[in-house]
């Protein structure tokens, strides 16, 4: 059983920082994971990924250079490091894992087969 807990979301000014945590369990090691995210309204979005091996990132274009998405060395908990927060941002964001052993950090939605309940992210101007 496959179990994804998110952490760290809040309340935060335009250009803050946030870092969500991700603790998961069951059978993750040998699988990338993602951070998605939905806004009120709005589709749910791939916003960033990373390989199975934690070697390999991957972002969508709205957040490069200012989100970073890593994995601790025992793979049992995906971060997600945000700087410089917009109002845009303001969504729920999910930890997420893929179907498939061993893939690369993928930015295809429907490669997810697992996520958590979501933590809020919620970003003042």
């Known amino acids: 059983q496959v179990q994804l807990v998110e952490s760290g979301g809040g309340l935060v000014q335009a250009g803050g920082s946030l870092r969500l945590s991700c603790a998961f369990s069951?059978?993750?090691?040998?699988?990338?994971m993602g951070w998605l995210r939905q806004a009120p309204g709005k589709e749910r979005d791939i916003v960033a990924a990373i390989s199975w091996t934690g070697e390999g990132t991957s972002y969508t274009d709205s957040v490069k250079g200012r989100f970073a998405i890593s994995r601790d060395h025992t793979q049992t908990t995906l971060y997600l490091q945000m700087n410089n927060l917009r109002p845009e941002d303001t969504a729920l964001y999910y930890c997420?894992?893929?179907?498939?052993?061993?893939?690369?950090?993928?930015?295809?939605?429907?490669?997810?087969?697992?996520w958590g309940q979501g933590t809020q992210v919620t970003v003042s101007s």
């Open positions: 997420a894992k893929v179907r498939n052993r061993w893939t690369v950090a993928t930015m295809v939605l429907d490669d997810y087969n697992y």
């Open positions: 069951g059978d993750t090691n040998d699988y990338a």
